[in-house]
């Protein structure tokens, strides 16, 4: 097995049918992976990337049947934004896939001549997933008699028991200044957000086996909550989760990445440009 990913050969392995692109089943190997079945999974992340980034996912990860061993078998035509956002997903363990990750990175970063942070994707996910959290966390709430006049209080208790500060002290602690339709989840770094997701995850669970009721016994089970998210942090880091570093808002992270997806396709795009023996055909 290649135990290197030479970018020559990438460049070399990729075909063209009106735009150029790479064999699903060939870039599985070109990573180290010896099973569709594993490397499918990190295929649907990168899909599941492609939602979050409101990327149309039939334009990047294009259905395709492969011959494989003899068989004729399920595969995708992989754009180049495609093969970069699989290598993101990929197991970092693996030498081809951390120095893919390096080299797609970095054509990435040329294209939008910004550098992309290694974990722009997965902090996205977990926005995602924080947002899903605390829809699930506000249903549960309200069915345990919750009021929607009452939210704010349930909510900031949350925040006091995990920051020990409400939600309008930690912003000013944080030092950002937060426009209208945005949050302060949206400036959070991954650590951040991923224990937030813990929180509210774990206040719907101990409120549905406590059964706590009505706005004092749900505000006390957030902030108690949010009391031992604080205290696993502080033992696992030594810091404070108000201490953590804010970064870039994830709405120019997505537009970042939204660019590179654009950059990807114009610079695999056919050429208009005839080439220079008379031929008819277009220089790929």
Sequence with gaps: ????????????SSKQNGVRYWNAHEFMRTLGYETWTVFQKVINKAMASCAALNVQIPDVFIPDTWVDEGREVQSYRLTRFACFLVTMHADSRKPQVAQAKTVLAAIADALVEQQIRHDALERIEVRDDLRDGESIMSAVAHRAGLQSREFGIFKDAGFRGMYNLSLQ?????????????????????????????????????????TGAQGVRQLSDTAREVGQDVRSVMLRSSGVAPENLPLEEDLTKVKGRLKSAAKGMKKLDAPSKKPVKNGSDELKS
């Design 1 to 12: 097995m290649q135990l290197e990913f030479d970018v020559q050969r990438f460049e070399d």
């Design 169 to 209: 002290q930690l912003i000013l602690r944080k030092g950002v200044s937060i426009e209208r339709n945005r949050t302060l989840y949206d400036f959070m770094g991954k650590t951040e957000l991923a224990a937030n997701l813990f929180r509210v995850t774990q206040t719907a669970e101990r409120i549905k086996n």
